[in-house]
């Protein structure tokens, strides 16, 4: 079963605007992450962020997380054609140590038109 | 690039046949996680191995097995393949001190 679930399923936009995409899950984490993958291949580690931090960044990347709502969101700004892809949020709950598994989304498909 | 790689890329085999799917990781991450993405949708975890052990199970039957070797490399097998079995196969490997993963490119497995 999928834990967290993306909202928009799709999102298009222009070059230059700023694009959020939002996640939420159902039971408590560790840490949340978010990944990139194009066209249906291996994903990208985007940023992590820890279930004791509100917010984080990381380049053109921000990331917020609200354990009391079970939500987190992703911004991109000054968007590019590049930035087409589909991105998911993973929550992590594992029991710490070596032992943990990744739970992710169904992803929200960003287009970036030029 | 991740430094992670799987064969074959693409992959079509018959309802009924087994199936041997690679991944060798990057140097140092003994810890190599499985999961199956079906189109349209998002990862799901099969399993995770830590040093050559089954280190967690998802919600798949034993059909779908695995191996990890000491040389970075691990295995995915599935028995009895179904249609339901077409996915893009991904394996993702870890350092034990970090929690992201490194994901290879994925094998596009089609059962007919």
């Known amino acids: 079963s999928q834990q967290g679930e993306e909202d928009p399923q799709a999102l298009s936009i222009q070059e230059g605007e700023n694009a959020t995409m939002n996640c939420s899950y159902k039971?408590?984490?560790?840490?949340l992450q978010w990944y990139r993958q194009n066209s249906g291949r291996g994903l990208v580690h985007l940023i992590l962020?820890?279930?004791?931090?509100r917010e984080k960044h990381s380049g053109r990347l921000r990331v917020t997380l609200d354990t009391s709502k079970k939500s987190s969101s992703l911004l991109i700004t000054a968007s590019r054609a590049a930035d087409t892809a589909s991105y998911f949020c993973a929550t992590d709950k594992g029991s710490g140590g070596s032992n943990y598994k990744l739970t992710f989304g169904k992803g929200t498909l960003l287009t970036v038109n030029p | 690039e991740t430094g992670v790689t799987q064969s074959p890329t693409h992959l079509i085999k018959t309802r009924g046949q087994q199936v041997t799917l690679r991944c060798s990781s990057q140097?140092?991450?003994?810890?190599v996680s499985w999961y199956q993405q079906a189109l349209g949708q998002g990862p799901q975890f099969i399993f995770q191995?830590?040093?050559?052990?089954?280190?967690g199970r998802g919600n798949f039957p034993p059909r779908f097995s695995g191996l990890q070797f000491p040389n970075y490399s691990s295995e995915l097998n599935v028995n009895a393949l179904e249609l339901d079995d077409s996915a893009l196969y991904l394996c993702?490997?870890?350092?034990?001190?970090?929690?992201?993963?490194?994901f290879g490119p994925g094998t596009r497995l089609t059962v007919t």
């Open positions: 993702a490997s870890s350092h034990p001190q970090s929690r992201e993963q490194y």
């Open positions: 140097s140092g991450h003994n810890t």
């Open positions: 039971t408590s984490i560790n840490n």
């Open positions: 962020i820890r279930s004791n931090e």
């Open positions: 191995y830590y040093r050559e052990e089954e280190n």
